[in-house]
T-cell receptor
Framework: DGGITQSPKYLFRKEGQNVTLSCEQNLNHDAMYWYRQDPGQGLRLIYY???????QKGDIAEGYSVSREKKESFPLTVTSAQKNPTAFYLCASMRQSNQPQHFGDGTRLSIL | GQQVMQIPQYQHVQEGEDFTTYCNSSTTLSNIQWYKQRPGGHPVFLIQ?????EVKKQKRLTFQFGEAKKNSSLHITATQTTDVGTYFCADEGTSYGKLTFGQGTILTVHP
């Protein structure tokens, strides 16, 4: 069954700690995306990657980092530099331009 | 940068009433995609509009793209409780593969 898998579903971070959110897709899509969603808000783009070993900053990249070593995987690290990391994080993929984006179920990150 | 404005932010309706959300941009939209996000869920693609003046229907949902390609709308006829959720519009603009999302309209349907 093709799709996007995000893990974990819930994640708690201590102050000063880096955490990594996993995103894996088996749709054979070239492009992958990370969004942040705050309660009652829209989706804000953090990072995106259109091809393996390449990625670009989105609108709110500060305090985050990514890698794209494999086509299937696009992990997001929330660093200690991100002072307000509590949010719902969504990963998405897309086959090519002007095509729909497919989303994972998301990861809810909270600060302890 | 490109901005996509969506109104209203919230809409409460009684079951059976109609609902419309509007998506506006100061620049020409390349194509509009509409997504629905159920409470606690993730956005799910509904439809894409590409042509000026295009109208598409999905059962009780009607999607329109403005003649000048600067606005779009989603209309739901006779809402049901299953229509509850947040409806987003998104446009790729001139940024290949990068969508700009509107802030969404949160629809509540009272039985």
């Amino acid at each position: 069954d093709g799709g996007i898998t995000q893990s974990p579903k819930y994640l708690f971070r201590k102050e000063g700690q880096n955490v990594t959110l996993s995103c894996e897709q088996n749709l054979n899509h070239d492009a992958m995306y990370w969004y942040r969603q705050d309660p009652g808000q829209g989706l804000r783009l953090i990072y995106y990657s259109q091809i393996v070993n390449d990625f670009q900053k989105g609108d709110i990249a500060e305090g985050y980092s990514v890698s794209r070593e494999k086509k299937e995987s696009f992990p997001l690290t929330v660093t200690s530099a991100q002072k307000n990391p509590t949010a719902f994080y969504l990963c998405a993929s897309m086959r090519q331009s002007n095509q729909p984006q497919h989303f994972g179920d998301g990861t809810r990150l909270s600060i302890l | 940068g490109q901005q996509v404005m969506q109104i209203p932010q919230y809409q409460h309706v009684q079951e059976g009433e109609d609902f419309t959300t509007y998506c506006n941009s100061s620049t020409t939209l390349s194509n509009i995609q509409w997504y629905k996000q159920r409470p606690g869920g993730h956005p799910v693609f509904l439809i894409q509009l590409v042509k000026s003046g295009e109208v598409k229907k999905q059962k009780r949902l009607t999607f329109q793209f403005g003649e000048a390609k600067k606005n779009s709308s989603l209309h739901i006829t006779a809402t049901q409780t299953t229509d509850v959720g947040t409806y987003f519009c998104a446009d790729e603009g001139t940024s290949y593969g990068k969508l700009t999302f509107g802030q969404g309209t949160i629809l509540t349907v009272h039985p």
